[in-house]
């Protein structure tokens, strides 16, 4: 079907608050853990990425543009080195 032009979804900045459209906003993935801090067989731990948006100003400021860039360098050099 294609995406939607008309109107984007709001996302709102993990930092600000400010509502955001989607298009508009910067996605960065963060690393979770959960872990539930029992000794022995009982112990539940999760691992996984969480969806997080900034608006511009705040992705600007705390610079995850140049995150995701370094991180994408490091990506494909890896699949050069393979």
Same mark, same amino acid.
Request: hydrophobic share 25%; with cysteine.
């Given at each position: 079907?294609?995406s939607? /032009?008309?109107?984007?979804?709001? #996302? $709102? +900045? *993990?930092? +600000?608050? /400010?509502? #955001? ?6 996605? $960065? &993935?963060?690393? *979770? ?10 112990? #539940?731990? $999760?691992?996984?990425? #969480?969806?997080? $948006?900034?608006c511009?100003? +705040? ?13 994408? &360098? ?6 050069y080195?393979a």
């Amino acid at each position: 079907m294609g995406s939607r /032009r008309g109107r984007d979804r709001l #996302v $709102y +900045c *993990t930092n +600000c608050g /400010r509502a #955001v459209p989607r298009s508009k906003a910067m996605s $960065y &993935q963060r690393r *979770t853990r959960f872990s539930t801090d029992l000794r022995g067989d009982e112990n #539940v731990s $999760y691992i996984g990425n #969480v969806d997080v $948006y900034y608006c511009i100003s +705040c992705a600007k400021h705390l610079g995850i543009g140049e995150k995701k860039r370094k991180m994408l &360098q490091r990506r494909r050099e890896g699949e050069y080195r393979a």
